[in-house]
């Protein structure tokens, strides 16, 4: 999603395709040092090759905070990050698959004087076009003249 | 959460409290380099101290996925991260500050011959006790025998 | 700078402010790491006590790479970085300084039928709005429908 | 380069030939975190097979930067990174490929009491022996008995 | 090995095989950056394939570290790490092993009013079930009622 | 340690000091993600605070990586780190503390007609000359013309 403007600037069933990133063997090891989540379906290759994946796949929270990454946020548009709903981790994300995030803005509700909340349906395909991760976010996003 | 047995060995109502881990400037740094999300909230100190918060505060995705790694998750016992529901960031997390998970299963359901899901509603606090995120988080896990 | 645009886009004269990033400490223990280059100024407080800075600074190699950061490249338009011309390191960055790019283009040439090269004038600046490098930056950028 | 003397121990035309260094998948991946710089060319895999190069590259200033980490650097004798002049990137950096650094002393300059200014031709090379980065870069060196 | 418990619970004699963890090439990478050890039959393939192990191996250091990260520390019962007997790098770990870790507890000895001695004969395994490490490793363990 | 020569350069008795290096919170921060030891004591501050220590400390594995960084090693000399005896971790290392490598050679064994072994006692020190770090290190190293 692009959060490049005033609240007043969204329309709801406004949509955007993010550019891709390619999920590499490096992320993986370097997101369990960061989260401390060393479960070994993501960092033991010997383990993953016993289960339904098959091979080592990428933490449900790598895949979701690349994402946030590959969100435009322009300095001063979002005020913060105001939550997640019905999010769902559809497919594994293996080792070299590429994901994009697609988004529909489904929902605009004033907050306050100085903020509104944007609702954007997000979907993150990987290179197949096939949906990996699906969620509702709300971002809190400054109202015109008051970021 | 202490995911450490089969599906049949959870009880709905029963809780647990992690151990800590205090979020630091290096945490920041590292995982906006891990998810690509530079926001300056996060990273221009000068920047932050303009905005509500007063100085740069945690990605709330950095405190969400150290709350994973907080987890106890005993190999085999995970099938897969499935899904996050009614998740809100309540407070900011600043440099220094030092996070809990506290976890109590609200809801058992069967999937399939091998595997359950177990709702855990999660609230993440800060070393004040405050809460800092709040989330219901659901785990498929391995029925007896079939890890 | 911002490339975003097809060669035939640009303008001699343009100028360019970009947001903001603070160079913390962990910033120059991670780019040490990087690079490889762990000349005790960067990372001996001891040591880099005795010289003329009286503390530790950043690699002037980490300030041009976060200044590359900094930059706003859309998909597509940039094919490559061409080269650098009097680059100087004018003022050292400490731990906690902010930096900022500011840029003004300062020549157009073409070079191919697909590919033209933008070349900026490119000022790193700290929050005291000192120049901390100086140098001239060349861009290998695609042509109008070219990309 | 061997920064390893005072000024007065370089003589004009000495060359040296550093050790070699591979640059890997996760040098990229960790460089782009650190510089912030996210561009598809050096972390989409499909975006890069569409481009001139086929293939993700390398970022220039990571080639450069481990360029400065394979230079042997005495503590004291730099005492500061000044500049770099005609620096180009002549040839992409592709994952796996193999780096050293070629230099040449092009010019020796008094610079105070306490600094000389040593002028090096570099060049960077890969494992087939061909150039990737040409530049003179200058370094600030202490004199006799003033480190 | 599991130290979960205050030090009158253990046994000489009792045994314990951690879970595993593939040592990749981005780890390699990173404790380059991290310790600093950049010698080349870690990061220069080409110098790698010249000596009797034919490619780039695992810094014995990581190695050993990332074994301390497989050990199981329950909050409070570690106090320290004591000591370290008898280790012996005895294969290599190329790029893609999975490590174990197995242990055996040798030694207990009373240090204090709060504090015991575990010692463990420790062996780190590859995925073949050949020893690559062999060390006896002390740990200070609080006593009962004393952590 | 230098380890700059072939195995009949070296003499017992020879000493050596390293430069130093600080061990920083982003050390200790990537550290516990590289090893996996999220052990509280290392980065949980509340936790620290009522220990013995008082404060956070650095793995005892960080300060024995970081002293192999301190080593100089030139290419080819180094076969391989034949192991460690008699290692005790004698004082905890803090943040912001600055670590140096003390070596003595203490004996030296030829091991076939192209290796040779170098024992070193080694002392890891703080900015206080306090010992931080005793141990005896092995390291096998290429004879004369056989590198």
């Known amino acids: 999603?692009?959060?490049?403007?005033?609240?007043?600037?969204?329309?709801?069933?406004?949509?955007?395709?993010s550019r891709g990133r390619t999920i590499t063997e490096a992320d993986i090891v370097q997101f369990a040092g960061v989260s401390g989540d060393f479960y070994p379906l993501h960092i033991d290759r010997e383990y993953a090759k016993q289960t339904q994946f098959g091979e080592r796949i990428a933490h449900g929270m790598l895949t979701l905070s690349a994402a946030t990454g590959l969100w435009v946020m322009e300095q001063g548009c979002v005020l913060a990050f105001y939550g997640?709903?019905?999010?769902?981790?559809?497919?594994?994300?293996?080792?070299?698959?590429?994901?994009?995030?697609?988004?529909?803005?489904?929902?605009?509700?004033e907050r306050s004087d100085t903020a509104g909340l944007v609702t954007v349906h997000q979907q993150i395909l990987n290179q197949h076009g096939e949906t990996v991760v699906d969620a509702l976010v709300h971002m809190l996003v400054a109202r015109e003249g008051k970021k």
């Open 1 to 17: 999603m692009r959060f490049d403007r005033p609240f007043e600037g969204y329309v709801v069933g406004e949509r955007h395709r």
């Open 84 to 109: 997640i709903d019905a999010l769902r981790f559809v497919r594994p994300v293996k080792i070299g698959d590429t994901i994009y995030v697609e988004s529909e803005v489904k929902q605009l509700t």
